[in-house]
Antibody, heavy 121, light 111 residues
Framework: QVQLQESGPGLVKPSGTVSLTCAVS?????????WNWVRQSPGEGLEWIGQ?????????NSSPALKSRVTVSIDNSKNQLSLRLTSVTAADTAVYYC????????????WGQGTLVTVSS | QSALTQPPSVSGAPGQRVTISCTGS?????????VHWYQHLPGTAPKVVMY???NRPSGVPDRFSGSKSGTSASLAITGLQAEDEADYYC???????????FGTGTKVTVL
């Protein structure tokens, strides 16, 4: 059974940078799956942030709220993926999830439990 | 950026049937992209209960069923049980926005 575990700083100051890691166990990050980041702001719904494939393919959500601030990367040797979000504001306060995309589908079959990032001075 | 609309809440007594609707547009559900459904309890990992419109993952009870028509989809839960109380989100892909889109979420309450 594939398991994903997010980790991050918890608290970040406004205008700072958030760096999150998602460790994958029970399966290889080099499998035929896209790996995704999704977030949920307090009281809000789910928002897709971006995705990466182990050979380097990347897609980002180019919404005004995220545009040009997101970097997703992958470390095949460590079996983990990372998310970097720059110039954060209070609007970036959210629970951040990593999720595996099912092969041949646009659905996400395995998710981490999420890590809360609070942006506050 | 919720491109898919769901009712905020639905409720039913144990044993009853409830349905959750998910309304999209011609660039996501109506474009033929699959609709998927997730069950989510706060503090836990979202769990997929239906994928590609009508496919139930292994381990999900057959009380859950999915359907899709035009620009909308639905998730039905029959024989409602207390353990079904959670937030449910639909999800698809939008080929105009080039993003994966989620629904606004529906809270299912078992009375």
């Amino acid at each position: 059974q594939v398991q994903l575990q997010e980790s991050g700083p918890g608290l970040v100051k406004p205008s700072g940078t958030v760096s999150l890691t998602c460790a994958v166990s029970g399966g290889s990050i080099s499998s035929s799956n896209w790996w995704n980041w999704v977030r949920q702001s307090p009281g809000e719904g789910l928002e897709w942030i971006g995705q990466i494939y182990h050979t380097g393919g990347i897609n980002y959500n180019s919404s005004p709220a995220l545009k040009s601030r997101v970097t997703v990367s992958i470390d095949n040797s460590k079996n983990q993926l990372s998310l970097r979000l720059t110039s954060v504001t209070a609007a970036d306060t959210a629970v951040y999830y990593c999720a595996r995309q099912r092969t041949g589908s646009t659905s996400f079959d395995f998710w981490g439990q999420g890590t809360l990032v609070t942006v506050s001075s | 950026q919720s491109a898919l609309t769901q009712p905020p809440s639905v409720s039913g007594a144990p044993g009853q049937r409830v349905t959750i609707s998910c309304t999209g547009s011609s660039s996501n559900i109506g474009a033929g992209h699959g609709v998927h459904w997730y069950q989510h309890l706060p503090g836990t990992a979202p769990k997929v209960v239906m994928y590609d419109n009508t496919n139930r993952p292994s381990g999900v009870p057959d009380r859950f069923s999915g359907s899709k028509s035009g620009t909308s989809a639905s998730l039905a839960i029959t024989g409602l049980q207390a353990e079904d109380e959670a937030d449910y989100y639909c999800q698809s892909y939008d080929s105009n926005l080039f993003v994966y889109v989620f629904g606004t979420g529906t809270k299912v309450t078992v009375l």
